[in-house]
């Protein structure tokens, strides 16, 4: 079968599952559920995905709310990654439930587009984004193990089709001194809250001497609860941010430093507590990324040329450095940014959905490439091997 031949067929296949598509993402919409607690979306997904022919595995790799349909056993592994979390507080404002719906989208058109001794196509449901870093906990149980490449589209405000993604690391730190009563013996304290708040101020001074693709932030958590007694301890929560790999370890240890210093000017002792899951820095595919970018603008998408700099972190950086992967980023028909109400209204919209339509069409198309495409698998995965670390 020729490849074009299979791209119609794949797009075909999208188009007819609108109604259902939609439906879905309107469900997800309508019940946002925070990270690991995304029952109802993961059963409603591996409903569909069975319903559409599917073999689904509820609850794997230890994760109630992670999900796992497998088609076909061809030699090529196409995976698509569903994100379907919400935000606290303001539902769907990074717009996963059309993350879910056009990786479900693409699967579902590279199904109806080749036949199953073609290719193996995945569905992984990959839970917690916005939290924990669920994909990392994947990543951990080899649930990426065999995949030749990974496929997701997030909704943004302008259309990327390889965003430059932050690598990320958080911290807490704990200042432990001496407290004392701030009238009758100050000069008996050991002041946490100020080795906390010397240490802020260091961290503010460097922010204004990294480079600009790097991020440096901060918040007090605990501070002392009565202005008559110096407190004992102090905490805050730190993070780092950046998009060149060493720059984030070197900005580590740089952030380490100004914790220790805190320590070092009010007599405290620090406790410096790395979370321990990070996301890493976003490694497009080369491949992938041009074969998504060609088949989107098919279908009359326009991209973004240039880097933009101001950008998030996601845990797929993570898996981007252990298999082939792409994230490219789709417009939802209004301006709004990601994490604000105003997504929130604009990712349930008409235009939304249409938008959600095409590009999982595209993913169907790239699947259609992966798998029928001569030597497309192994391409990228030599260009993986070239930039690994
Ligand atoms: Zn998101
Ligand atoms: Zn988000």
Redesign the pocket.
């Known amino acids: 079968m020729s490849i074009d031949k299979a791209k119609e067929r794949a797009k075909a296949a999208v188009t007819e599952a609108r109604e259902t598509l939609v439906e879905v993402s309107a469900d997800i919409h309508s019940h946002p559920e925070l990270a690991l607690r995304e029952t109802r979306a993961a059963n409603l997904l591996s409903d569909t995905l069975e319903a559409q022919g599917f073999a689904v595995e509820r609850g794997v790799y230890g994760i109630e709310t992670a999900f796992r349909g497998v088609w076909g056993e061809g030699p090529v592994t196409v995976a698509y990654l569903l ?1 379907y979390d919400a935000l606290p507080g303001i539902g769907h404002a ?3 439930n059309l ?1 879910a719906t056009a990786g479900l989208g693409g699967a579902i058109g590279l199904k109806g587009a080749v036949s199953p001794a073609d290719v193996r196509v995945v569905v992984l449901g990959t839970p917690a ?2 939290d924990i870093g669920g994909k990392q906990l994947l990543l951990d149980k080899g649930a990426f193990d065999g995949v030749d490449a990974a496929l997701m589209v ?1 909704p943004a405000p302008v259309e990327i089709a390889d965003p430059l993604m932050f690598g990320f690391y958080s911290c807490y730190v704990t200042y432990h001194g001496r407290e004392a009563h701030a009238s009758v013996a100050p000069e008996t304290a050991l002041n946490a809250l100020d080795g906390l708040v010397t240490a802020y101020q260091a961290v503010a001074q460097l922010r204004q001497h990294i480079r600009r693709d790097a991020r440096l932030a901060g918040v007090i958590l605990e501070g002392g609860e009565a202005s008559n007694v110096i407190p004992a301890t102090a905490k805050g929560k730190f993070e780092v941010r950046a998009l060149h790999p060493q720059y984030l370890e070197d900005l580590k240890d740089r952030i380490e430093g100004c914790f220790r210093a805190g320590a070092e000017a009010s007599g405290t002792k620090v406790e410096i507590e790395w979370t321990s899951f990070a996301y890493e820095p976003m490694n497009n595919n080369p491949t992938l990324v041009s074969l998504y970018k060609a088949n989107a603008e098919a279908l009359g998408r326009r991209f973004l040329d240039g880097v933009a700099a101001s950008t998030g972190s ?1 845990d797929m950086g993570n898996v981007s450095w252990k298999v082939p992967s792409i994230h490219p980023t789709f417009q939802v028909g209004a301006f709004a940014l ?1 994490h604000t109400a105003g997504f929130t209204e604009v990712c349930i919209t008409d235009a939304a959905h249409d938008n959600m339509i095409q590009v999982g069409q595209a993913l169907a198309m790239t699947g259609v490439d992966i798998a029928l495409g001569e030597s497309v698998a192994d391409q990228a995965r030599d260009e993986f091997a070239a930039t690994s670390r």
């Open positions: 994100e990074c717009g996963h993350i984004e916005e997030h996601t990601n």
